[in-house]
């Protein structure tokens, strides 16, 4: 038996952890095809396609800003991927989808630090600049590769969660380990100090938003590898639904700290509600309103946590 | 008197300090206006002024180069469009002074609007109108209970909200639009007085009292307090967690209003949310001069900013610019005319630096 | 201090307000406005290619608004193009119950209004085009029947999944199909709402099949979600013919590419560009202020069938 303490230890390690497991056993006992191998991986790719570009916000996040053209740089790289598959190839066409997220970030980046544009403002222009952008290009039109299955492997198998581990583990040795993540984390929490010991704002904002470009873009890429086209419709509400794993796994809003292993939970409680509720066959009137109780729900339980940590340091 | 100092909450760390004035004394925000004037203070008149100037050079370059545009006709289209989003603005730039945002106002619009559809046929349109203003009030109090008393962030909790209510809406509508063209109930969003149309000018008392509610109250005060330095606020003895909850509720009275013209001027609601709509709001209010990082902000300005942006759109369409191209011109200027803030103040530094050679 | 001049405000505007300067010069033949749905759609592209074509070929100026599946914008762009001396609108409304506003002010400058799909909203229009989504889902129920019945070992479960919850009209042709595939003795296991978004069908398909391996058909409300079943299927290691028969609603070309390569079975098609073509027909008519024929003359409908299209059909259609 779990005695009060541990199991207010655990609560403290993560309301988010707790929140998956009871949501979790909750489905498993209303269905029997939530446990099931082919179900699990189903789960843990579509919160890994969330995951990536949530990883990416984290950073964002830790570093005090926002971007909110991660839907629109997804569909963007969707778009220059697919139409350049059957010209160079697949890992050529990759890369340079990756690479163009990365540009788009670098952008963001750069109207946030020379023209002083708050990220909230510079991100929501470039949402809807990009996406027009993505329309414009593919003028409209859907490109599909139906033939084409070596792309497929971008999204099969367990390519998009390891994909999602890759990155996590590469994230937490980049905030821990590197002086680029320090200064991350310096920027996120007080931008003048920071800049006032000789950190270089404005290069590691440049470094962070193309970083979450790129994320965007690798995001974009397994959806469009999911089903074979790209077009500029993709992705539309990828940026909310990225901001809110995050908040969620706890990483708080106002910069300066990040929680990967909490991005990564958050996207897969996210990712088994959605599930959870498609297996129950929830109609989705209803589907918005349980999502919308059970984030609140967590985010109650971990405001609440907060405060018992507050009340034992204090009592 | 606690000077405000850098201000802890920053979703923008770039932003600039402005050393305090000391001539700033209790309710610093009345007269600002005039002071700025009165003091050639470029900063301040920016922030007030600038984007109603934009707005001004913005309207007689269309009058130029569109012809069409100057009809009178369009001119009340354009201000008549502005309304809906700028009446949920004015709340949304209450919210945001106090350093905090809103992202449930699409669907408090949604279940707002369908309430005073509803209900006009049966009850009358003054009824409507207030059902849908409670309506929003009570949303309002629900995010600020979850804001201030669960200690929520605000982001994630009017997210939740956002999809609790929309989908609420779904079901108590079942899915389905209400209808209604009742004469009196329509008049109020599409009726003209003189030229003007009549949401413009609700839309112009809703911010009057907006303004007045910042500037003469003190629960404004409270409000640009808390913006500036919510710990120093609470220090000071300001009641921070009571003026945030009133703060969302006023943003939910602001909306419901606001929805209640869409209502009548559509001559009908359904449980659909308007795509994108709380950050058009937000982008209206940031755009009017009112910074993200809160303390400071411009009711003036979110009307001018709102008519600019129903001014694009109209500009954009009487042009034939193509759809798609359409979205990136919007953004775009968006971005622009923000900047020019930016650039304004990077050369200001630079010219500063110039003349203080030390440090 | 000085302050510099803003003539980077001036100049972004300048060049905002540039493309305006062509407009006026040309001769005044006479306008048509066209407002639609939403741009991003491949349905609404063709539809505004019929409609333009049709346009241009008798003779009339087309100007285009894309509601860009507001409401709100729907409303205010179609505002701006009666204000432009239209002769005639013809609009694809997103929110047909929206539609109030739009004729009052269209009649008061006594200009004609026709409608093309989706609805009419029980307001006074002069004519409405529409293709029955109801009896879309009742083709669509009718095939997968058809085509179940040669397959002796599949079960009578099929699923069902609806394009976003605030596109009523489309929810028409789930309902027609749920009711209709109920009455032919088959279960609805799965009735879920993709939000018209293709990777959503994807991944709503996926789960559906986990939830319900022995499912063997799927009907989607439009095109895009139904291509994103397709490939579910597909990863799952079946057939979106063979195994989980697919069937779409619009006749996009993503969907005909996609019944061509074998990965879906069949889709309703709609014919956007011949009721583009329709429209302007009726428009100048009206213009003339020439009678016009109905299909059901209380309503003022102007009924334009469905067609099913299956992979025999395809060939045909992709030249």
């Known amino acids: 038996m779990l005695s009060k303490r541990a199991v207010f230890a655990l609560f403290r390690l993560s309301p988010v952890g707790l929140t998956l497991l009871v949501v979790g056993v909750v489905f498993t006992l209303l269905t029997p095809t939530f446990l099931t191998l082919n179900n699990l991986l189903n789960v843990c790719t579509s919160a890994s396609v969330v995951a990536i570009v949530g990883l990416g916000m984290t950073l964002a996040i830790a570093s005090g800003n926002f971007d909110l053209s991660v839907g629109s740089t997804a569909a963007f790289a ?96 980049l905030l821990g380990q590197t002086r680029f993540g320090r200064h991350i984390l310096a920027t996120g929490s007080n931008i003048i100090s920071a800049r006032r010991v000789g950190v270089r704002t ?91 109780l059970l984030l609140l729900g967590a985010l109650t339980l971990e405001a609440l946590a907060a405060h018992r940590t507050l009340n034992r340091a204090t009592a | 008197m606690i000077e405000p100092a850098l201000p802890v909450k920053s979703a923008n760390p770039l932003r600039t300090v402005r050393p305090a004035k000391t001539d700033e004394t209790v309710n610093p925000e009345v007269g600002q206006a005039s002071r700025a004037i009165r003091n050639l203070d470029w900063d301040l008149l920016w922030e007030k002024f600038g984007i109603a100037t934009v707005l001004a050079f913005v309207w007689i370059l269309a009058a130029l180069a569109t012809p069409r545009f100057a009809n009178l006709d369009n001119l009340a289209s354009v201000l008549r469009q502005s309304a809906f989003v700028g009446v949920a603005a004015v709340g949304m730039t209450i919210a945001i002074i106090a350093g905090t945002f809103d992202l449930s106002v699409g669907s408090t619009q949604a279940l707002s609007a369908w309430t005073a559809v509803a209900i006009a046929p049966y009850f009358g349109v003054l009824p409507a109108f207030i059902a849908a203003v409670a309506v929003g009030g009570t949303i309002g109090l629900l995010n600020g209970s979850l804001v201030v008393l669960v200690r929520i962030p605000a982001f994630i909790a009017t997210l939740g909200t956002m999809f609790l209510i929309s989908g609420l809406t779904f079901i108590l509508t079942n899915g389905q639009t209400a209808r209604f063209n009742g004469k009196d109930f329509v008049w109020w969003g599409n009726g003209l007085i003189g030229n003007i149309p009549v949401p413009f000018i609700l839309f112009l008392f809703c911010a009057a009292i907006g303004a007045f509610i910042l500037h003469r109250t003190s629960f404004g005060r409270y409000v640009f307090t808390i913006g500036s330095n919510a710990g120093a606020a609470y220090v000071a003895g300001v ?121 | 201090m000085k302050q510099p001049p803003k003539l980077l405000t001036i100049l972004l505007t300048i060049c905002a307000l540039l493309p305006a300067a062509p407009g006026i010069a040309a001769p005044a033949k006479k306008k048509i406005g066209f407002s639609v749905y939403d741009m991003q759609y491949g349905f609404f592209q063709d539809m505004e290619k019929g409609t333009r074509e049709a346009a241009e070929a008798a003779g009339f100026d087309c100007v285009l608004v894309d509601q860009k599946s507001s409401e709100s914008a729907m409303v205010s762009a179609t505002q701006d193009l009666l204000d432009q001396g239209i002769s005639a609108l013809i609009i694809s409304p997103f929110k047909p119950d929206a539609l109030g506003p739009i004729v009052d002010a269209a009649k008061a400058k006594k200009i004609p209004v026709v409608i093309d799909d989706i609805g009419g909203g029980g307001t006074d229009y002069d004519v409405i085009v529409i293709s029955d989504n109801e009896k879309g889902g009742v083709i669509a129920a009718d095939h997968i029947d058809s085509v179940l019945k040669q397959k002796s ?40 709402s993709a939000n018209s978004k293709q990777e959503e069908g994807y991944k709503v398909a996926k789960d559906i ?111």
């Open chain 3, 153 to 192: 070992s599949a079960s009578k479960k099929v699923a069902s999944i609806s394009c976003e919850p605030s596109a009523v009209y489309a929810a028409r042709r789930n309902a027609g199909f749920e009711k209709h595939i109920k009455e032919l003795g088959y279960e609805v296991v799965a009735s879920l």
């Open chain 1, 78 to 173: 969707g778009c220059i991927t697919m139409s350049l598959v059957p010209q160079i190839g697949v890992m050529p066409a990759i890369v340079s989808g990756v690479l163009s997220g990365g540009l788009i970030g670098w952008v963001n980046g750069l109207i946030v630090t020379e023209l002083r544009v708050p990220a909230f403002i510079a991100t929501l222009g470039m949402l809807t600049i990009v996406r027009g952008a993505a329309l414009i290009y593919t003028r409209g039109r859907d490109i599909y590769l139906f033939g084409k299955t070596e792309y497929k492997m971008l999204s099969s198998g367990m390519t998009p969660v390891l994909l999602a581990l890759a990155l996590a583990v590469l994230f937490s040795v």
């Open chain 1, 202 to 292: 404005s290069y590691v904002l440049w470094g962070v938003f193309a970083i979450v470009g790129a994320t965007a873009a690798l995001s974009g890429l397994i959806l469009s590898a999911q089903v074979l086209t790209g077009n500029g419709r993709l992705a539309t509400g990828l940026e909310l639904s990225a901001i809110a794993v995050v908040v969620l796994g706890g990483t708080p809003l106002t910069g300066g700290k990040a929680s990967i292993p909490g991005t990564l939970l958050g996207s897969l409680l996210v990712a088994v509600i959605n599930n959870g509720l498609n297996l129950l066959n929830v109609s989705v009137f209803y589907q918005n309103v349980t999502l919308g």
């Open chain 3, 209 to 319: 099949l986990s939830a319900h391996p022995d499912v063997t058909a799927i009907f989607c409300g439009n095109d895009p979600m139904a291509v994103g079943a397709a490939q579910a299927v597909a990863d799952s290691g079946k057939s979106g013919v063979k195994d989980v028969y697919i069937v779409g609603f619009n006749g996009d070309e993503i969907a005909l590419q996609a019944i061509k390569a074998g990965q879906m079975g069949a889709t309703i098609q709609q014919v956007p560009k011949e009721m583009g073509k329709m429209t302007v027909d009726l428009a100048s008519k009206l213009m003339k202020s020439e009678k016009l024929e109905y299909s059901n003359p209380a309503n003022r409908e102007v009924y334009v069938p469905v067609k099913l299209i299956t992979a025999a059909d395809v060939s045909a259609l992709l030249k």
């Open chain 2, 239 to 359: 009641p921070v967690g009571r003026t945030i909850l009133f703060v969302f509720v006023v943003v939910g009275l602001f909306t419901g209003l606001g929805a209640a013209l869409l209502g009548s001027r559509l001559y009908s609601a359904g449980p659909g949310l308007e795509p994108g709509f709380e950050l058009n709001v937000i982008a209206t209010v940031v755009l009017g001069g009112t910074r993200l990082a809160g303390g400071r902000g411009s009711m003036f300005g979110t009307v001018a900013a709102a008519i600019l942006f129903a001014t694009l759109s109209n500009v954009l369409n009487l042009n034939h610019v193509d759809a798609f191209v359409q979205r990136v011109a919007v953004g775009l200027v968006l971005l622009l005319a923000l900047s020019v803030e930016g650039v304004r103040q990077r050369l200001v530094e630079r010219w500063n630096r110039r003349q203080r050679p030390s440090s």
